[in-house]
Nanobody, 122 residues
Framework: QVQLVESGGGSVQPGGSLRLSCATS???????IGWFRQAPGKEREAVSC????????WYADSVKGRFTMSGDYGKGTASLQMNSLRSDDTAIYYC????????????????WGQGTQVTVSS
C-alpha cells in the first residue's frame, strides 16, 4: 500500500507561479510518481512524471517549458514547480504512483492522492 498527500495548491493570477508537493508513505517499490489534473467537466489528464529507475521526466505538451517536476525517491517525495500559469491550468491536481512512460495512462497508476485545487484567475 502507498499513501500520497498533495499540498501547495491555491489561487494565483495568470502569469504567476505555484509549487505543488507530494509526500508518500508506504513502500513505493518500483512505482514512479506522476502528476495528473482534472478540470471541471473534463477528463483527468496526465501532466508529468519522473521515473523511479532512471530519473527521466515526461511532460504533457501543454506544460512543457512552464512546469518542472522533481523527485526524491529516497524520501518518497516529489514536487511540481508551475510557472507562467494560465487560466486553462485551473484544475484539481493529483499525484499518483504508477508507471512513468511516454503515455501516462491513468489505469497504469495504482495509488492516488486526494488532490489539491489550483485556480488561475485574474
Amino acid at each position: 500500500q502507498v499513501q500520497l498527500v498533495e499540498s501547495g495548491g491555491g489561487s494565483v493570477q495568470p502569469g504567476g507561479s505555484l509549487r505543488l508537493s507530494c509526500a508518500t508513505s508506504g513502500r513505493l517499490h518500483v512505482y514512479s510518481i506522476g502528476w495528473f489534473r482534472q478540470a471541471p467537466g473534463k477528463e483527468r489528464e496526465a501532466v508529468s512524471c519522473i521515473s523511479s529507475t532512471d530519473g527521466q521526466t515526461w511532460y504533457a505538451d501543454s506544460v512543457k517549458g512552464r512546469f518542472t517536476m522533481s523527485g526524491d525517491y529516497g524520501k518518497g517525495t516529489a514536487s511540481l514547480q508551475m510557472n507562467s500559469l494560465r487560466s486553462d491550468d485551473t484544475a484539481i491536481y493529483y499525484c499518483a504512483a504508477g508507471l512513468c512512460s511516454g503515455y501516462m495512462r491513468t489505469y497504469e497508476y495504482d495509488y492516488w492522492g486526494q488532490g489539491t485545487q489550483v485556480t488561475v484567475s485574474s
